[in-house]
């Protein structure tokens, strides 16, 4: 990342010890160590978006071009796409669609069982 050598960062040491004095460099030390895990986990995390993004820009490129063939005589890359993208629709509706059973299965108990209005006989 930096082209930073042993005695750089010896220098740069000495110097933030003169400056800062030592009771306030270990502080200091810690805010730069916190800044740069920062910046660096938000460039992986940019970097690994971008890459999603363009790979789901591929697999669109790719389900275009299948449905331009009318889905026949496919390239093995092509039906490998559509593959893809077809497990990746089924993972996100199957959550759904057991949220949506588990929804109805318990709005269908309670509608199915009226509360009785009879009086309990407590004898």
Do not use: C
């Not at 092509?78 to 949506?100: F, G, H, W």
């Amino acid at each position: 990342m930096f082209d930073i050598g042993f005695w750089e960062l010896v220098v740069i040491g000495v110097v933030g010890l003169l400056v800062l004095g030592p009771e306030r460099l270990p502080v200091a030390i810690r805010t730069v160590s916190r800044l740069f895990k920062t910046v660096r986990d938000t460039a992986n995390a940019v970097k690994t978006e971008l890459a999603q993004e363009l790979r789901m820009e591929e697999l669109h490129r790719d389900l275009k071009k299948a449905e331009q063939l009318d889905m026949k005589n496919l390239s093995p890359e092509l039906q490998e796409s559509i593959d893809q993208l077809k497990d990746a629709a089924s993972s996100v509706t199957r959550p759904y669609e057991k949220t949506q059973a588990g929804s109805a299965a318990v709005h269908g108990t309670e509608t199915d069982t009226p509360p009785s209005k009879e009086p309990q006989d407590k004898s």
